[in-house]
């Protein structure tokens, strides 16, 4: 009877693993579906304007039909929402050449 007992607790034992593993999967699985998934803005809810929204929030999405080029608020401006923003960053951000920077601007040259 004893045996009997201890192969019903095995039995038992078994599938509240089983049980306990496929609810992990299932919440790892959901886990990465939402690291994956967009956090900020669905294709849904950007907006396609002839000009830029007014009162933004940031990170919010919208696409210029008249310049046909998508933009996001970055808190304080529109920039650009695609690979043009490297340019776009480095023309705004880089330091101007002055006579200091550049010897040869001021008539010094190097030879």
Request: proline share 7%; glycine share 4%.
């Amino acid at each position: 009877m004893e045996l009997h007992k201890q192969q019903i607790m095995r039995t038992l034992l078994k599938k509240i693993t089983a049980v306990a593993l496929t609810a992990s999967a299932a919440l790892l699985l959901l886990g990465s579906i939402a690291l994956v998934a967009p956090l900020d803005v669905s294709a849904a809810e950007k907006q396609y304007l002839p000009s830029a929204p007014a009162n933004p929030t940031i990170h919010q999405v919208y696409y210029d039909t008249t310049v046909k080029r998508e933009y996001i608020y970055n808190g304080q401006e529109w920039v650009p929402h695609d690979a043009s923003i490297n340019g776009y960053i480095l023309k705004k951000y880089k330091k101007p050449n002055t006579p200091q920077n550049n010897p040869t601007a001021a008539g010094n040259s190097l030879q």
